[in-house]
């Protein structure tokens, strides 16, 4: 079982729909979750932090934790074609700190 | 506030060289670790620099080794390259090992080697 799961894509959605990624992970000791934008050829890009339960919302970007679930989403409001990258989810190990990655998940919004 | 700054931003080398990978951490981070992203995944760490010591590892064989100065400025060494080592290399910045605020990324290195 890899440590961060996501699904790679792509996710296709029409422009101004709602945007819907999800992630789960193995350790039960991560306090931290993050999610990355990376587009093609770049180095990722921080959009969201969260570490409580709940919703987290800034702007247009939503990020969900559950804990219990080991489950991290984030929603991505009136999707827009410039939101068309790799999304990364990451968690931080609770046991050595290091930060790891899922596989990424390719949103591409049409217009 | 200058960023993380990694060099150089593209390199060629052949196999069975040796590389050297440099970066600069954000002001005010003090810890700096390394990842190797190959062409569709996701970052897969390396290791991570505290106070000038390797503090965590990843699955990564002993010809990658690393460095970070009194600056907390790192370099990634890699020796006997593979074609497999071919990939983007990032460096990511963080206050503390705990990554509790996020680890800030360059721009990354692309390595080819031939």
């Known amino acids: 079982q890899k440590e961060v799961e996501q699904n790679s894509g792509p996710l296709s959605v029409p422009e101004g729909a709602i945007a819907s990624l999800n992630c789960t992970y193995s350790?039960?000791?991560?306090?931290?979750f993050f999610w990355y934008r990376q587009y093609s050829g770049k180095s990722p890009e921080l959009i969201m932090s969260?570490?409580?339960?709940g919703d987290k919302e800034d702007g247009r970007f939503t990020a969900q934790l559950n804990k219990a679930s080991q489950y991290v989403s984030l929603l991505i409001r009136d999707s827009q074609p410039s939101d068309s990258a790799t999304y990364l989810c990451?968690?931080?190990?609770?046991?050595?700190?290091?930060?790891?990655f899922g596989q990424g998940t390719t949103l591409q919004v049409k217009p | 506030d200058a960023g993380v700054t990694q060099s150089p931003t593209h390199l060629i080398k052949t196999r069975g060289q040796q590389v050297t990978l440099r970066c600069s951490p954000k002001?005010?981070?003090?810890?700096v670790s390394w990842y190797q992203q190959a062409l569709g995944q996701g970052p897969q760490f390396i290791f991570q620099?505290?106070?000038?010591?390797?503090?965590q590892r990843g699955n990564f064989p002993d010809r990658f080794s690393g460095h970070q100065f009194p600056n907390y400025s790192s370099e990634l060494n890699v020796n006997a390259l593979l074609l497999g080592d071919s990939a983007l290399y990032l460096c990511?910045?963080?206050?503390?090992?705990?990554?509790?605020?996020?680890?800030?990324f360059g721009s990354g290195t692309r390595l080819t080697v031939v």
């Open positions: 002001s005010g981070h003090d810890t």
């Open positions: 350790d039960r000791g991560s306090q931290s």
């Open positions: 969260i570490y409580s339960n």
């Open positions: 990511a910045s963080s206050l503390g090992t705990g990554g509790y605020y996020g680890y800030t």
């Open positions: 990451a968690a931080v190990s609770g046991n050595t700190g290091k930060l790891i």
């Open positions: 620099y505290y106070e000038e010591e390797e503090r």
